[in-house]
C-alpha cells in the first residue's frame, strides 16, 4: 500500500526515525503540504497520514484510492470524517500519546508564575544581585503551591496526571466533568464546574471543544474566579473568549498561562499577545521528545493493524 504523509515536520523536524513507517509500504513523506498540493500527492495513495494539513469533502472526492486516514494528533477535525466514512475510508487517530507532557507544560506554566524563575535569572544578569546588600532579593512575592486550590476541568489521561501533579505538591484538588466521578483519592472532590470556578486558585482546562464547551470561559464565568487566579489552557483555544480574557487580564483581576489559542498560528492582533499578566507557548505541551515517539510509535501500529484487517483506534464507523 503506498502511504503518503503530507506534514511530518512537527512530529519529526529531524530527531525522529521513520524506518518503521517506512518498512510498510512504498513511502512518500513531506515536512509540510499546501492545500493545493494534497491531491497530487497523493494520487494512487491508499494511506494518507495528516497532523494539520485539512482533508476536506472535496479533497477526498478526488482520491479514490484513499482507503485509510490517520491522523497525527488526537484531534481529528481536520479530516471530514462524514465524508470520509460516506466514501468507505477508514479514519483513526493517536489517542494518549503523551499526557505527562501536556501535565509537565501545565505546572511549568504553574511554576513560572508563583515561583518567578525567568524574572529572577534575568535580575541577576543584569548585574542586580551584585548590588545587594542582603544575601537574597525578590522581585513579586513567591508563592508556595501547598494548600492552594487547583480546579481541573476535565478529566481524562491528561486531567487525572495534572490532579495527580496537584495532589502530589499538597493542593487540594477539585476536578469537574460532564458527569460526576467517584472513588476518587482523598486529596481529589469532584464538584459542579460554577463551584470550582468559585474555589479554586489555580484553574487548567483538560476538555474537549465541542458546542457545550465552546467558549466556557466568557466574560461570565470570568466573574466567578477569585482574584489573582491563575488560568491555564493547554487544551484548545476556543475553550476561552480571548477577548474578554484579554479585557479581564488587563483590568488586574489575574493571571493566564495558556499553551494553545483560536487560531494557530495566531494573527497578530490576537487580543491574549498584547494582553497583560499571560505567558503564552507555541502549542508545545505535547511535543516532547519522548511523547513525539510515541505518537510516532502509535501511529505505526495503527498502520501496520489497518493492514491486517484489524484497525486500532478508528475514530469513524
Same mark, same amino acid.
Given at each position: 500500500?503506498?502511504?503518503?504523509?503530507?506534514?511530518?515536520?512537527?512530529?519529526?523536524?529531524? $530527531?525522529?526515525?521513520?524506518?518503521?513507517?517506512?518498512?510498510?509500504?512504498?513511502?512518500?513523506?513531506?515536512?509540510?503540504?499546501?492545500?493545493?498540493?494534497?491531491?497530487?500527492?497523493?494520487?494512487?495513495?491508499?494511506?494518507?497520514? =495528516?497532523? /494539520? =494539513?485539512?482533508?476536506? &469533502?472535496?479533497?477526498?472526492?478526488?482520491?479514490?484510492?484513499?482507503?485509510?486516514?490517520?491522523?497525527?494528533?488526537?484531534?481529528?477535525?481536520?479530516?471530514?470524517? $462524514? %465524508?470520509?466514512?460516506?466514501?468507505?475510508?477508514?479514519?483513526?487517530?493517536?489517542?494518549?500519546?503523551?499526557?505527562?507532557?501536556?501535565?509537565?507544560?501545565?505546572?511549568?506554566?504553574?511554576?513560572?508564575? #508563583?515561583?518567578?524563575?525567568?524574572?529572577?535569572?534575568?535580575?541577576?544578569?543584569?548585574?542586580?544581585?551584585? =548590588?545587594?546588600? $542582603?544575601?537574597?532579593?525578590?522581585?513579586?512575592?513567591?508563592?508556595?503551591? /501547598?494548600?492552594? @486550590? *487547583?480546579?481541573?476541568?476535565?478529566?481524562?489521561?491528561?486531567?487525572?496526571?495534572?490532579?495527580?501533579?496537584?495532589?502530589?505538591?499538597?493542593?487540594?484538588? *477539585?476536578?469537574?466533568?460532564? #458527569?460526576?466521578?467517584?472513588? *476518587?483519592?482523598?486529596?481529589?472532590?469532584?464538584?459542579?464546574?460554577?463551584?470550582?470556578?468559585?474555589?479554586?486558585?489555580?484553574?487548567? !482546562?483538560?476538555?474537549? *471543544?465541542?458546542?457545550?464547551?465552546?467558549?466556557?470561559?466568557?466574560?461570565?464565568?470570568?466573574?466567578? !474566579? #477569585?482574584?489573582?487566579?491563575?488560568?491555564?489552557? =493547554? %487544551?484548545?483555544?476556543?475553550?476561552?473568549?480571548? @477577548?474578554?480574557?484579554?479585557?479581564?487580564?488587563?483590568?488586574?483581576?489575574?493571571?493566564?498561562?495558556?499553551?494553545?489559542?483560536? @487560531?494557530?498560528?495566531?494573527?497578530?492582533?490576537?487580543?491574549?499577545?498584547? &494582553?497583560?499578566?499571560?505567558?503564552?507557548?507555541?502549542?508545545?505541551?505535547?511535543?516532547?521528545?519522548?511523547?513525539?515517539?510515541?505518537?510516532?510509535?502509535?501511529?505505526?501500529?495503527?498502520?501496520?493493524?489497518?493492514?491486517?484487517?484489524?484497525?486500532?483506534?478508528?475514530?469513524?464507523?
Amino acid at each position: 500500500m503506498k502511504i503518503v504523509v503530507l506534514d511530518g515536520y512537527t512530529l519529526n523536524p529531524g $530527531d525522529l526515525s521513520w524506518q518503521a513507517l517506512e518498512a510498510l509500504g512504498e513511502c512518500d513523506i513531506y515536512d509540510h503540504t499546501t492545500l493545493d498540493q494534497i491531491v497530487s500527492r497523493c494520487q494512487g495513495a491508499h494511506i494518507v497520514l =495528516t497532523n /494539520k =494539513t485539512l482533508l476536506s &469533502a472535496a479533497t477526498l472526492k478526488q482520491l479514490p484510492a484513499l482507503t485509510y486516514i490517520g491522523v497525527l494528533a488526537t484531534g481529528t477535525n481536520v479530516v471530514d470524517v $462524514d %465524508a470520509a466514512t460516506a466514501q468507505g475510508i477508514v479514519v483513526t487517530n493517536i489517542p494518549a500519546y503523551g499526557p505527562d507532557a501536556v501535565a509537565q507544560m501545565v505546572f511549568a506554566h504553574i511554576l513560572h508564575h #508563583k515561583q518567578q524563575v525567568a524574572l529572577h535569572d534575568q535580575a541577576v544578569k543584569q548585574g542586580q544581585w551584585v =548590588t545587594q546588600r $542582603d544575601f537574597c532579593f525578590t522581585l513579586s512575592p513567591l508563592t508556595s503551591l /501547598k494548600g492552594l @486550590t *487547583l480546579g481541573v476541568v476535565g478529566y481524562g489521561d491528561i486531567g487525572q496526571q495534572v490532579a495527580h501533579l496537584g495532589a502530589a505538591f499538597g493542593m487540594k484538588v *477539585l476536578i469537574t466533568s460532564a #458527569k460526576p466521578k467517584t472513588n *476518587l483519592p482523598d486529596a481529589i472532590q469532584w464538584c459542579e464546574r460554577d463551584n470550582l470556578l468559585q474555589q479554586a486558585d489555580i484553574i487548567s !482546562l483538560h476538555c474537549p *471543544l465541542s458546542a457545550a464547551t465552546k467558549y466556557m470561559i466568557n466574560s461570565d464565568s470570568l466573574r466567578l !474566579l #477569585k482574584p489573582g487566579c491563575l488560568l491555564v489552557n =493547554t %487544551a484548545r483555544g476556543d475553550l476561552i473568549s480571548e @477577548t474578554d480574557l484579554a479585557q479581564w487580564l488587563n483590568n488586574g483581576n489575574g493571571f493566564a498561562a495558556v499553551d494553545v489559542l483560536s @487560531t494557530e498560528p495566531p494573527s497578530s492582533n490576537n487580543p491574549l499577545i498584547s &494582553a497583560a499578566n499571560i505567558t503564552i507557548t507555541p502549542h508545545i505541551a505535547w511535543a516532547t521528545l519522548q511523547a513525539r515517539q510515541n505518537l510516532l510509535n502509535i501511529a505505526v501500529e495503527n498502520v501496520r493493524h489497518f493492514q491486517q484487517g484489524k484497525v486500532l483506534n478508528r475514530i469513524n464507523d
